[in-house]
């Protein structure tokens, strides 16, 4: 019995592992909440981030149910991240997340829960780079008390395969005035292993129509997913998983309705745009490579023309196409619906339309209410321009009565300007220069360009036959394990004069250059944005760097970590800046040794200033700096903000800001720098991007940030990415990212006088303007005594002409009758106080009379002319006295 009893316990107890290893545990599922703890935003459109600390254990993430309601927030974006973005337990600036991090989760406009299949999860905690969750919520409005967040579903047993979340998009969005059907294409080449796509969320603003994404393989198109951003933003399923294979294109368009009468750019707010569409896919994990986080930009504009004409059409809602719960469409353009038991439950087409209802109305109402706030004080801005209330429809109408600066606190001042009406051709374009039979074969993107040796030799850093893409990243890290060093010389030497290469070095040496500086000593500095250092090579030893900053392939913010340096500028001492600014959103000094001494700068808060633009000492991607020890001022190109903002050298407070066009034709500033030896501190800046029109090289007066003029060349810029300066500001090079070497370089000589065009300006003249009367009043104080000189001049000249006559007349009657020396006549002409006074008062010249000359002429300035006779003979031998009379007077 003892023996049945024992045998049946070690059956049951074997039964009973075996069944626990085969069966999941329904208890190994636990839930945590990210979320707001009555937490209050301070202004609309305000971007927080709440974190959470993982458990030291291995977890999968395989769901969401997202605590939020779109009357509270416009989207919400889950992280998984290495370090939170601070060190608090809330936050609204600055990053995301230090170091390593994925998107795995995204949410919008009341989407439904979501659960991932049963085999696919996203693996954080011990053993994964991700120790904490951060959220990241955008708020339409002020509120107080929020406690939104989402709520994670995960679990201990690991699945078969991992998830993951590509971002696709571009931030190249110029949406015109009035415009329907506006494009705007992304596209990469994929390089990694094979992924599955099997759900897609798009996201964008209330100008987007319709986000699609698609996959060339072998020139054929085949669509991933087309998506409407005015639906509820969550991952919809695709109705078959979609394979990406290494080599593989990925293209897609953003399409938009611009219905406003003003230009849309990309940007954070709701007033901006956006293009995004996130593919969540599952992949078997692999020691050897993991998949590319971001596939950004528009690196392969060929395949985008492969687009097909129906990706303007937005995909049919899943109520208009009939479906049922549960169904999946043979189309993945109709398979845009939530996850099958995840899907919020709705009675019926009225309700769907309902909400859309409610959401116009909420939406309504908040621009009602920030349109109350911000109602423009009309008399405020009149003042500003020096114009009475009835000129308002002038001021609006005409670009010269734009006032030169708004000052609008405390040593910051706005520079308003029409860079149009001041343009000339001041430069003029170098033509057959460089000498292109001499340049590199594989002269690549130029990354930065720098003068040296007196000026006679112009270095260029090129990035050869690699071009920035997505594919060599993986998020910020760059792919070392698959790509190494360029092969090609990313250093060339140029020949300012004939254009020739002189010299080349930097073979093996570079991931992804960037920024290059050349500081007082001749010392080479470079950035690399793959390697996030900043490296000095000393001219005599360009192999080994004599100075670094940063670590290799290490991303991050801290004193001694750099995230995507973008430039250097170096004092005279040695010390020096560096432009932080691709993801840390700052600039940093060093010592000359390399020992960190201070920082500032932020990244977007949504904060806008009372010009509409971002409040100063925020970035948006700092691309370049410039420095003028002399006037103790660092300025750095807020590339994406499009203005220049100036600093103070020594402690690094904000002084101004400077835009160098009307915000309506303004351009992103890729670049910018100080002309050494300059009579004052005058800035050079070009402008760049897709979103710029018409790109510009700019002189400034960085001091006061008045532009003093602006040209763009001919043939024009197309991609400007650096530009410097002689030392004389003579001479004007700069670098593109060009396909061709034919295209990659530029030079401009400072036209000779004669060569510049006479231009001629009309405008209206207001006489309400201060400045004009003010004018006017000095005018008629210094006219006045003049005025009043000339009239007593004038007396003065008419009485000597009247005298002048008496005497013409007299001497006529002379000549017509008879003179007897003893006569009265005769004694009065020998007088000599009479004949000498008119002589001296006439309107002549002070020259004798000659006796002798015969038809003397008189040669005054008047008009009027004096006629001397020869006088008889017999009146010679006695005048010698006379004669003596006239030579005193001349001496006189």
């Known amino acids: 019995?003892?023996?049945?009893?024992?045998?049946?316990?070690?059956?049951?107890?074997?039964?009973?592992?075996?069944?626990?290893?085969?069966?999941?545990?329904?208890?190994?599922?636990?839930?945590?909440?990210?979320?707001?703890?009555?937490?209050?935003?301070?202004?609309?459109?305000?971007?927080?981030?709440?974190?959470?600390?993982?458990?030291?254990?291995?977890?999968?993430?395989?769901?969401?149910?997202?605590?939020?309601?779109?009357?509270?927030?416009?989207?919400?974006?889950?992280?998984?991240?290495?370090?939170?973005?601070?060190?608090?337990?809330?936050?609204?600036?600055?990053?995301?997340?230090?170091?390593?991090?994925?998107?795995?989760?995204?949410?919008?406009?009341?989407?439904?829960?979501?659960?991932?299949?049963?085999?696919?999860?996203?693996?954080?905690?011990?053993?994964?780079?991700?120790?904490?969750?951060?959220?990241?919520?955008?708020?339409?409005?002020?509120?107080?008390?929020?406690?939104?967040?989402?709520?994670l579903l995960l679990?201990?047993?690991?699945?078969?395969?991992?998830?993951?979340?590509?971002?696709?998009?571009?931030?190249?969005?110029?949406?015109?005035?009035?415009?329907?059907?506006?494009?705007?294409?992304f596209s990469c080449q994929y390089d990694g292993p094979s992924i599955s796509i099997f759900a897609i969320r798009v996201h964008a603003h209330k100008w987007a129509r319709v986000n699609s994404l698609y996959r060339v393989r072998d020139k054929e198109i085949t669509q991933i997913a087309k998506g409407d951003p005015q639906w509820p933003q969550s991952f919809y399923p695709l109705p078959s998983p979609i394979t990406i294979e290494d080599g593989d294109y990925l293209v897609g368009q953003c399409v938009y309705d611009n219905t406003e009468n003003r230009i849309i750019y990309a940007g954070s707010t709701h007033n901006d745009e956006m293009c995004n569409v996130y593919s969540m896919y599952s992949y078997r994990p692999s020691r050897k490579s993991s998949p590319p986080g971001l596939c950004w930009g528009n690196s392969h504009n060929a395949m985008t023309n492969l687009i097909p004409l129906d990706s303007i059409v937005p995909p049919l809602k899943p109520s208009d196409v009939g479906e049922t719960k549960g169904d999946h469409h043979a189309h993945a353009e109709h398979a845009m619906i939530p996850l099958e038991g995840m899907r919020k439950d709705s009675s019926s087409d009225d309700d769907d339309q309902t909400d859309d209802q409610s959401y116009e109305d909420y939406i309504d109402e908040v621009e009602h209410m920030r349109s109350r706030e911000r109602e423009p004080d009309v008399r405020k801005i009149l003042s500003h321009l020096g114009l009475p209330d009835y000129e308002y429809d002038d001021a609006q109408n005409y670009d010269h009565l734009l006032p030169s600066h708004l000052t609008y606190g405390k040593n910051q001042t706005v520079k308003l300007h029409n860079a149009k009406l001041m343009s000339s051709n001041v430069y003029t374009n170098v033509a057959n220069?460089?000498?292109?039979?001499?340049?590199?074969a594989k002269l690549g993107e130029i990354g930065g360009i720098a003068l040296s040796n007196g000026n006679n030799e112009l270095i260029v850093f090129h990035r050869g036959s690699r071009k920035w893409e997505q594919k060599y990243f993986n998020e910020y890290r760059f792919r070392n394990d698959r790509y190494g060093p360029i092969e090609e010389d990313v250093l060339i030497h140029i020949d300012t004069r004939t254009g020739e290469t002189k010299y080349r070095w930097g073979a093996k040496m570079f991931f992804m250059p960037h920024g290059l500086t050349i500081d007082h000593e001749g010392n080479f500095w470079v950035t690399d944005i793959a390697m996030h250092q900043v490296l000095m090579f000393k001219p005599n030893?360009?192999?080994?760097?004599?100075?670094?900053?940063?670590?290799?392939?290490?991303?991050?913010?801290?004193?001694?970590?750099?995230?995507?340096?973008?430039?250097?500028?170096?004092?005279k001492n040695g010390d020096f800046f560096i432009a932080d600014g691709y993801c840390n959103s700052r600039i940093v000094k060093f010592n000359r040794k390399g020992e960190y001494l201070m920082e500032w700068g932020s990244g977007m808060s949504s904060k806008q200033d009372s010009d509409g633009f971002p409040i100063p000492n925020e970035w948006n991607i700092v691309h370049s700096i410039a420095l003028n020890e002399d006037a103790q001022l660092i300025c750095g190109a807020d590339r994406e903000n499009f203005r220049i903002q100036c600093f103070n050298s020594n402690t690094g407070e904000f002084l101004r800001q400077i835009r160098v066009e009307q915000k309506s034709t303004i351009g992103a500033?890729?670049?910018?720098?100080?002309?050494?030896?300059?009579?004052?501190?005058?800035?050079?800046?070009?402008?760049?991007?897709?979103?710029?029109?018409?790109?510009?090289?700019?002189?400034?007066?960085?001091k006061t940030g008045d532009i003093l003029t602006?040209?763009?060349?001919?043939?024009?810029?197309?991609?400007?990415h650096d530009i410097t300066v002689s030392s004389n500001a003579r001479e004007i090079y700069v670098g593109e990212l060009a396909l061709t070497p034919a295209n990659a370089l530029h030079k401009f000589e400072l036209s000779k006088r004669k060569d510049l065009p006479t231009q001629t300006y009309s405008r209206r003249t207001y006489f309400s303007d201060k400045n004009f009367r003010i004018s006017l009043i000095i005018m008629v104080a210094f006219a006045t005594p003049v005025i009043i000189a000339v009239i007593v001049g004038c007396c003065i000249r008419i009485r000597n002409l009247r005298k002048l006559n008496r005497l013409n007349s007299?001497?006529?009657?002379?000549?017509?009758?008879?003179?007897?020396?003893?006569?009265?006549?005769?004694?009065?002409?020998?007088?000599?106080?009479?004949?000498?006074?008119?002589?001296?008062?006439?309107?002549?010249?002070?020259?004798?009379?000659?006796?002798?000359?015969?038809?003397?002429?008189?040669?005054?300035s008047g008009d009027e002319t004096i006629t001397v006779m020869n006088k008889p003979q017999g009146l010679i031998s006695n005048n010698k006295q006379n004669t003596n009379m006239f030579k005193m007077g001349e001496s006189l």
């Open 541 to 571: 030893d360009l192999t080994h760097p004599a100075l670094t900053v940063g670590e290799l392939f290490q991303p991050g913010s801290g004193p001694s970590q750099l995230c995507r340096p973008a430039d250097v500028a170096v004092m």
């Open 669 to 702: 500033i890729y670049a910018i720098e100080f002309a050494p030896n300059a009579n004052g501190t005058i800035l050079f800046a070009v402008t760049g991007g897709v979103q710029t029109t018409t790109k510009k090289v700019y002189m400034i007066d960085a």
């Open 433 to 440: 220069w460089p000498d292109v039979k001499t340049l590199p």
């Open 710 to 720: 602006s040209f763009d060349s001919n043939p024009t810029l197309n991609a400007p």
């Open 1 to 151: 019995m003892n023996t049945v009893s024992y045998s049946v316990l070690i059956f049951f107890t074997t039964f009973n592992c075996i069944y626990s290893l085969t069966v999941p545990n329904k208890e190994e599922l636990y839930t945590i909440n990210v979320t707001m703890t009555d937490y209050e935003t301070t202004q609309d459109d305000q971007y927080a981030y709440v974190q959470y600390k993982l458990p030291d254990e291995e977890l999968t993430i395989v769901g969401y149910t997202p605590l939020v309601d779109m009357s509270t927030a416009h989207h919400m974006l889950t992280y998984a991240c290495e370090k939170p973005g601070r060190n608090k337990p809330y936050w609204t600036e600055g990053a995301t997340c230090k170091g390593e991090e994925i998107i795995i989760h995204g949410w919008g406009r009341n989407a439904p829960a979501l659960k991932l299949p049963e085999d696919v999860g996203f693996v954080v905690g011990r053993n994964t780079p991700y120790k904490y969750i951060v959220v990241n919520i955008h708020y339409m409005s002020r509120l107080k008390n929020d406690n939104s967040g989402n709520q």
């Open 810 to 860: 007299f001497l006529n009657t002379v000549k017509n009758g008879s003179t007897n020396r003893n006569s009265v006549l005769g004694d009065w002409m020998n007088r000599r106080k009479g004949f000498e006074l008119l002589e001296q008062c006439s309107d002549g010249e002070n020259e004798p009379f000659d006796a002798n000359a015969e038809n003397d002429s008189n040669e005054n």
């Open 155 to 185: 679990s201990r047993t690991p699945r078969k395969y991992r998830a993951g979340v590509l971002l696709s998009g571009t931030s190249d969005i110029y949406l015109r005035p009035k415009t329907e059907t506006i494009r705007t294409p």
